[in-house]
């Protein structure tokens, strides 16, 4: 054979390379899909008076707090929410992004430009973040288990029976007028 002809060969066999690759890549879409539907990350303030859970997108699926959140001025409770809420976004955007590389390869090295991003936004390092990942990573397997009974849940499924409020505190709080006056007005 001519080296012409075996430097044809040679491409051919691996253009038929790519394109099986290709058709593994796409055979797995459909499994890559179902697991960023049933997609769930949950973060937890520092005190776990506030857990969030996002599920794909960063969609917040529930927003569970404890009676200690319910004692906390409403700023505190504010800045808790929402810090817990970005915990919980970001950690669903480093889950989508290592399902997505699982299923399609790391050819963009989506992961990477995620933890970059994330590291310039929240003022860490992407070793950090990746520290957090590996921590994070036993856990995927098992479902989540609320630490006390006293955690209620904030977004509801129509499938959990309502459960009656609690009596107010006998000294109410600024939080706790607060709120007593925004519903009385509802109320109206």
């Known amino acids: 054979m001519s080296a012409e002809f075996e430097q044809l060969v040679a491409e051919f066999d691996k253009f038929q390379s790519k394109l099986q690759n290709v058709d593994d890549r796409l055979a797995n879409i459909g499994g890559m899909q179902d697991e960023l539907s049933r997609l769930e990350a949950t973060a937890t303030?520092?005190?776990?008076?506030?857990t969030v859970v996002a599920g794909p997108g960063g969609?917040?699926?529930?927003?569970?707090?404890t009676e200690e959140a319910l004692r906390q001025r409403p700023e505190g409770l504010s800045a808790a929410l929402m810090s817990t809420i970005q915990q919980a976004v970001a950690e669903s955007a480093r889950k989508q992004?290592?399902?997505?590389?699982?299923?399609?390869g790391d050819d963009l090295h989506l992961v990477d430009q995620v933890l970059e991003t994330q590291a310039e936004l929240f003022g860490t390092t992407v070793e950090d973040l990746k520290a957090q990942m590996a921590?994070?990573?036993p856990a995927r397997g098992r479902a989540e288990q609320?630490?006390?009974?006293?955690e209620r849940t904030v977004l509801r499924s129509e499938a959990e029976p309502q459960q009656q409020p609690s009596p107010p505190p006998a000294v109410a709080s600024d939080g706790d007028r607060f709120l007593k006056n925004l519903f009385d007005e509802d109320d109206r």
Do not use: G, K, L, N
Not at 45 to 50: C, G, L, T
Not at 59 to 65: K, T
């Open 45 to 50: 303030s520092p005190d776990r008076s506030v």
């Open 59 to 65: 969609a917040i699926m529930d927003v569970r707090f």
């Open 97 to 104: 992004a290592t399902i997505v590389e699982e299923h399609m």
């Open 135 to 137: 921590e994070d990573a």
């Open 146 to 150: 609320p630490d006390d009974y006293s």
